[in-house]
């Protein structure tokens, strides 16, 4: 049995608020539209590996607005994860208020058990598929900080360190129209997958993923 333990496939912000927002709060128009199909597709393809310790990781990030207008906001039932995207019992689940999920507001009291960095590094996670949302905002900023703090790279039998492989899957990912549609939200979400490409993750596209995990199209 191929062993998945140090991959994880990491979702973030694929909430309601986000993906059927009515006030067109993220902008007029979003880009991807296989996005929700393409989620699916990942979780389905990932669930379906027997549960064991040599399962891959699949984690799900939320983001918590401290705006009281966005539909992130705590008191929104935007806030739900979206249809395509539930977490199942067994999956982690990270909540944050910034655009990084790997950067935390400082809160009274002790700090949380679960942490985004200390949960990948204690669970020797190597490879990240991120997916999620949205391309030019939270979902790139937590590439980049994966990146920028090597959360994947790790020390070999020989003690040497290697880079961890950090992906972006971009017919997983999505962005919006920006100043009031001048710049259409394809050309955003590409532009800024672009940007990431190379300097900070791979970027592949879903049939890339299941071909390099080995794994199966499911619908």
Not at 105 to 127: A, N, Q, V
Not at 182 to 191: I, N, P, Q, R
Request: charged share 20%; with cysteine; glycine share 6%.
């Amino acid at each position: 049995m191929t062993d998945y333990a140090h991959t994880a496939l990491i979702v973030v912000d694929s909430q309601i608020g986000a993906l059927s927002s009515p006030t067109n709060f993220w902008g007029p128009s979003r880009s991807t539209p296989s996005y929700e199909s393409s989620i699916s597709k990942l979780l389905l393809s990932f669930r379906s590996l027997p549960k064991s310790p040599s399962a891959p990781h699949i984690i799900h990030i939320y983001h918590s607005s401290t705006n009281p207008l966005s539909p992130l906001h705590p008191s929104s039932p935007g806030m739900d994860f979206h249809a395509c995207s539930l977490p199942q019992a067994n999956e982690p689940v990270f909540s944050k208020s910034t655009n990084s999920a790997f950067i935390r507001l400082p809160t009274p009291g002790p700090e949380p058990e679960l942490e985004l960095e200390k949960y990948l590094r204690e669970k020797e996670i190597w490879k990240i598929y991120f997916v999620g949302l949205s391309v030019d905002l939270c979902l790139g900023s937590t590439v980049r900080s994966a990146s920028d703090l090597g959360v994947a790279d790790h020390v070999d039998a020989e003690g040497r360190v290697v880079k961890g492989d950090v992906v972006v899957v971009e017919d997983a990912v999505a962005a919006w129209a920006k100043h009031g549609g001048k710049f259409d939200a394809e050309t955003v979400c590409a532009v800024h997958l672009e940007s990431l490409k190379g300097e900070f993750a791979r970027v592949v596209r879903v049939a890339d993923v299941l071909a390099e995990m080995g794994l199966e199209e499911l619908e």
